[in-house]
């Protein structure tokens, strides 16, 4: 090998990164969170073929994963979800109550490994601080580095799609962009609806709920409660990956109506 040349390290990460991150302004579907929702969708919909990119704010991808129940990294599972833990690829042992487990480090890096090598591509330290909304429908989100846009007079970038997914967790920060501008008040006049713990009723609430919230716009995840006024369900995760499937399965259905 040549002696290595410092210049030809930076070169190559600004060309390559700048390269990926041209593709990715337009695109089918762009998920916004990289949490156990929203990298299930990621997953399901570029194993589908369509162009699908995932934007997280934090440097890590995996969302409330990582950390288990208070910090304990064991991920808790019903019956129904196993079968993506499968397609996932992690080992999962059975527990008492009709439960199961894996552990939640290995469940979070397989998310994010099947994530990139389904075809979608996921980027960290992009945080979504808007949408854009053309006739009455969102067609994308405008993004910022975080600390860079919390604290400096600096400009975002906007990212359009087909369909845009909400899977930002508590937080629900595409819909609370719309509701900060009152694109939202004849529906959701509360900043947030979230109910207390009760886990059947919230993993149950999760997945039943998933739905376009405003034209364009679907939520997954913990944003379902956060924007419908769910129960949350604590550290359970198998609701997330199912409320994930099931976003995909309506996104896609939409983005292939509107090629027709
Ligand atoms: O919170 P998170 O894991 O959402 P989820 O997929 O799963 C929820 C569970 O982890 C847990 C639970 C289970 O019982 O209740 O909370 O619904 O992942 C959300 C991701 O979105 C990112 C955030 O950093 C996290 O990784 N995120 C939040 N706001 C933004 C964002 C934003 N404005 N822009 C980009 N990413």
Known sequence: MDRLEETTISRTIISTFHDKLLDRIVNDVLIVGAGPSGM???????RDGFKVTVLEKRLSPGGGLWGGGMAMSQAVIQDEALPLLD??????????????????VELAAGL????????AALFNLMMVED???????????????????????????????????????????????LRRRGLLADVFTD??????????????????????????LWVSGMSVCATFG???MGPIFGGMLLSGKRVAELVAAAVKEMRK
Request: proline content about 6%; aromatic content about 2%.
């Open 40 to 46: 299930m969708a990621a997953i399901r919909l570029a």
């Open 112 to 119: 994010c490994l099947k994530t990139v090598q389904s075809g």
């Open 191 to 216: 900043r947030s609806r979230e109910g207390p713990m009760d886990a059947a009723a919230g993993e149950a609430f999760v997945v039943e709920n998933v739905a376009e919230a405003f034209p364009g």
């Open 87 to 104: 397609e996932i690829g992690v080992a999962h042992e059975s527990a008492s109550g009709g439960l199961h487990t894996t552990d939640a």
């Open 230 to 232: 769910g129960p949350r």
């Open 131 to 177: 949408v854009c909304v053309q006739r009455e429908r969102v067609t994308g989100v405008v993004v910022n580095r975080p600390l860079i846009g919390e604290t400096l007079p600096v400009d975002p970038i906007m990212f359009s799609a087909n369909a845009v997914v909400d899977g930002t967790g508590h937080d629900a920060a595409v819909v609370q962009a």
